[in-house]
């Protein structure tokens, strides 16, 4: 790291994340311009050849790429775990809370109206989805090659259902860019030195592996709902490349397939997790609030909020002592290359279904989807601005 990267104190940590987990909206990449804003310009905490670096890193690994740049931030400057911990906190908590309010308050918002908004956040999710496969698609596969794998991706989660043909898809785009996007090597620049040993990094990729291999032998075996609720969370979220929105129909398979939660509810969850600031991945905590058997409510959103997250944290932890060697290795980027391609095809499967297929029932929903999805990306209106207005439109259409 630059010589400007000073250690300071867990609080100050806490302090200057819990500011930004109040007012950072716009998504993961907005939440990138934030930090650099913040870290690189203002407070000066590291240079903008290690910030550059260190995205890098955060957006090659599955998971929440904010919420992995801020905790390995928290890490730097907090000289440890602690601090690390505390960051992540302080982004987090505010927008969970939030969406834990809006899951328990759900049940009595009821009639008309109230199904009216339901739907127009549900349009929010169209448009929201339709704009995250446009900007991905033009950055993730712009050639033949990789627009193939996005297809083939595509025709795998139709044949195969669930979460193992997600977990398919992505298996095959890693193997298909081992094989066909063995291109010119990306550039490796910036040198990154954090306080994880080799032996914290190994234990914290063991446990990743453990925890993702042992909970579904042990839920086969005992039923208990808790730990089907960890694994179904932590699955989906040990499997996130290539950006947030990718985690809705992993989570689409894992809660909406079995049961404990209702696609209408998902959807409209989704779409209010779009108006609040911080990671996307605390539309967790609204569903594990709301699914069907217990534990919900505050345990639940406790549970999925942790699962969803922790895979994430987890991984880049037990990568930093190794990245400095791992990036510069062609295999790595080319497979990485193909499994970015795989998820645009996974995400565009989901526009379809659920997202297009619950939510565009008439003439009027189509206009309003579009308008959304232009709001979005022409007019560069703010999402939680495009959630309002379509919130509102939704009781609105029905009256007219």
Not at 1 to 23: I, N, Q
Not at 206 to 229: C, D, K, M, S, Y
Not at 276 to 289: E, K, Q, R
Not at 383 to 390: A, Y
Request: aromatic share 12%; proline share 6%; hydrophobic share 55%.
């Amino acid at each position: 790291m630059s010589r400007e990267s000073a250690k300071g104190s867990v609080a100050e940590v806490f302090a200057a994340f819990l500011k930004l987990g109040l007012t950072s909206f716009g998504g993961p990449i907005a939440h990138l311009g934030y930090f650099r804003h913040e870290f690189v310009e203002r407070r000066k905490w590291l240079d903008e050849t290690s910030y550059a670096d260190l995205v890098a890193l955060c957006q090659f690994l599955p998971g929440p790429a904010s919420s992995q740049v801020g905790f390995t931030l928290g890490i730097q400057r907090g000289n440890g775990l602690l601090g690390g911990l505390a960051a992540w906190f302080a982004f987090t908590m505010p927008s969970a809370l939030i969406l834990f309010a809006l899951a328990m308050g759900a049940a009595v918002f009821t009639g008309p109206v109230a199904e009216g908004f339901l739907h127009g956040l549900k349009l929010v999710a169209v448009a929201v989805v339709a704009q995250a496969i446009w900007g991905m698609s033009r950055t993730l596969t712009p050639d033949r090659t990789r627009a193939g794998i996005a297809l083939a991706a595509i025709g795998i989660v139709v044949i195969f259902a669930g979460s193992f043909g997600q977990i398919a898809a992505i298996a095959l785009g890693a193997c298909a860019g081992l094989w066909l996007c063995r291109g010119e090597a990306a550039p490796v620049f910036g040198h990154l030195n954090f306080p994880v040993t080799r032996r914290a990094g190994i234990i914290a990729l063991v446990l990743f592996a453990a925890l993702f291999l042992i909970p579904p032998i042990v839920v086969r075996v005992t039923g208990a709902q808790a730990l089907a609720l960890f694994d179904a969370f932590y699955r989906s979220g040990a499997l996130v490349f290539g950006g947030g929105h990718v985690v809705l129909p992993l989570l689409q398979a894992e809660v909406v397939t079995p049961g404990w939660v209702s696609n209408e509810t998902f959807l409209a969850g989704y779409g209010l997790a779009q108006a609040v600031p911080g990671p996307l991945f605390t539309f967790a905590a609204y569903l594990g609030a709301v699914t069907g058997p217990p534990p919900n409510g505050f345990a639940g959103a406790a549970i999925a909020l942790v699962a969803l997250l922790l895979p994430g944290m987890l991984l880049v932890y037990g990568m930093l002592p190794f990245w400095d060697a791992m990036r510069t290795r062609p295999a790595a980027q080319a497979a990485m290359r193909g499994t970015n391609a795989a998820v645009v095809g996974i995400l565009g499967a989901a526009l379809y279904n659920p997202v297009w297929t619950s939510a565009v029932l008439t003439p009027r929903d189509f206009a309003l989807a579009l308008a959304g999805f232009l709001l979005l990306t022409v007019w560069k209106w703010p999402p939680w601005v495009v959630v309002v207005l379509l919130a509102f439109a939704g009781p609105l259409s029905r009256m007219i």
